[in-house]
């Protein structure tokens, strides 16, 4: 059982830091940048990035199998995997739908406009596509997409918070809006290769 | 320089900072020979070059009293060894001028230490030459040839788990091969006591830092050895005293508040280690400032927030 | 000497006059200037800063843009436009996906080590915020006629960006274009990596938009006066 929780937690941390969705792999980056004004959505889009992505992660795992050997696998994956995020979105919009308790419902209120944005995001295909490539078991897969979720989130935060500072500062004309929070993300992602010092695999 | 000058605040600040390295520089130039203070000249002309490039490309005047691209090519020199080529510190001084400083405002605006994110850039892109050091009390060659002898640091021993073969005196006296900022402790502390007293720098800032890499360094040590060498050997070999007074006490980077000030630079201390022991590059100290100056201003707004709500219940 | 600036000068003028009297009819091809997709509207930018290492990934990955993307954003826009957008992202991730198909198996057939080369970001295609923002786009303003136009000067904005990223950084990263050693002596292999293309991309977004600025204001400039 520890080991177990040891495999799934070990994968889901250097999903979460070593190998950030954002920072190593500027997967997400595009929606990251649409809504990075606004700290609560942020959280929330993160929130329910990671849902969607380590639910669509066992049911990704399960449909590998038959991929695994398939000539043109890497031709297929991706329309399978649509498929499969599709069928999650259904069922988490529906399970949403379904629950009644007011301080929740509120709140899932708000959500759910962002549900479809959440699910179809380069960050859950691109989790679900490196997990399948690397072969990993089920926990490990899940583990990973979870990490990869978090690190999407915790990665937008930080973007957000720079935002913040950024908005406050006369930075010239040129380098406002897009370039200077490329800059500021190309200088924190220096610091996550700083940690692993190698060329992630994509 | 004219006291009312909008420039002076920063003027001066700059213009302390660099007198507090210059025991320093008298250090790197008796134990390397002149060459770590050409390398020094070439960053510092070319980083002032370049503010100046910048100033125009704004359109607006560049005032040449403005020093504080010198502190940034200063500091991001001191991390170099003294073989380190002189390209090296053109294009440091670049990173840390036009990118780390300019492109977010320029002076006060910066969310970064630029000299901490030029470090960290050299860093990646040529690690065999930035941790590549010249033995100490060797004459480098102001014009390189194949025949100096360049060693790893005691960092890298330490990275492998193994023990630095030095003896403890060698470690505060800087008598190993490290960068320029690896001189003696007594040299470093030198520079802190005119810091602080021309208050440059908040002693928060230092001392929590270098409370916080003891604390990791006794209760968690890297290599087999006694907790209490463990520390010393952490906190004398490499840079960390340099850090702890020009990275850490950067006052632009660092937090406002004095609670703040404790928080981030144990912070700081924590993430150091962190990257030490398990990053992939010897010296942490850049990659953490990165990490860290991020935080700073959320940190500052959290303790503030924090107060608030303390004077509230009291009151 | 004198004589020679004068005509320059009025050169110069005339050229003005005439591109601030077309204006409009250059706002066609936006998706080369004012609306770059990578450097102005920041879309498609994970591939182009990750996947642009070499010359080969990035042509690739035009290739993937032209038959992907342009033809899910025109079908999406034309047959989708009483959908409502949720239903709209799900139906042109899933054309997206089924197009992918047979583009990524020809595409193997020219380059076997497609998924070295490109790995996810060829299928990141599918999901990337440009397909919705264009569709969104077309469909919200009714724009019927120059959609093909801002397409294509969209993709050829796209190609050109990633091409040039992607031979710069081969060059100086391994020293080779298109896989094959030029002599060049290599930079560091660092380029490779994605935080150089963050940076590149970053200095090349504030360059591009100094750029437009600069020719948008020397354009109306008579006007303001």
Known sequence: MAGFTANFLVYAVVAIFAENAIFSRALGLDRALALVDDMGNMVTFGALTTISVTITSVFTYLVSFPLQNFQNAYAWRPFIFILCMVGVYFVISVVLGRIKWAPIAR?????RPHLHLAMFNSAVLGALLLSSSQSYSLLQTMGFCLGSGLGFTVATVYVAEGQRKIQNRSVPRSFKGLPVTLLYIAILSLCIYGFTGYQLSF | MNKSSPVYGRFSQSRDVLLAMVPLWVMAVLMYGPRPLLLCAVAVLSAWLFDAFCAKL???PFDFHDISSWVSAAIMTMFMP???????AVVGSFVAVVIAKNAFGGYGNNIFNPAAVSVAFLSLFWPTVLYRYPQPFTQVPLILGDDLVLTTSPLESLKVGGMPFLEKIELIVGNYAGPLCGVSVVVVLSSAVLLLVRKRISWQLPVSFLCAVSAVAYFFPRIHTTRLDSLFIEVFSGSIVFCALFLVGDPVTAPKKNISKLIYG???????????????????????????NAVAAFIDRKVTLAQGRYYQTRV | MKKLLRKMRARKERVRQYIGARQDKLDRFSGLFSKHPVLMQGLAIAPAIVATQSLKAAWILSVGFFLIVLPTVLLVSWLCKKLDEVYRTIVSALLAAVLFVPVSILLTQFFPFISTN???YLPILIVDSLILTKCDLYIELGIRGGRFLDMLCTGLGFTLLICLLGALRELLAYGTLWGKNTGFPPVSEAVAMPFFGFFVIGLAAAGFRYCNNSFRHWINKKEEE
Request: glycine fraction near 8%; hydrophobic fraction near 55%; aromatic fraction near 18%.
């Open chain 2, 82 to 88: 003294a073989s380190a080529p002189y390209w090296m």
């Open chain 1, 107 to 111: 709140r899932l209120q708000k959500i």
């Open chain 2, 266 to 292: 144990a912070l700081f201390g924590v993430v150091t280690m962190l990257f030490r022991y398990y990053g992939a590059y010897p010296m942490g100290a850049c990659f953490a400032a990165i990490a860290v």
């Open chain 3, 118 to 120: 490109v790995g996810l």
């Open chain 2, 58 to 60: 704004r359109q607006e």
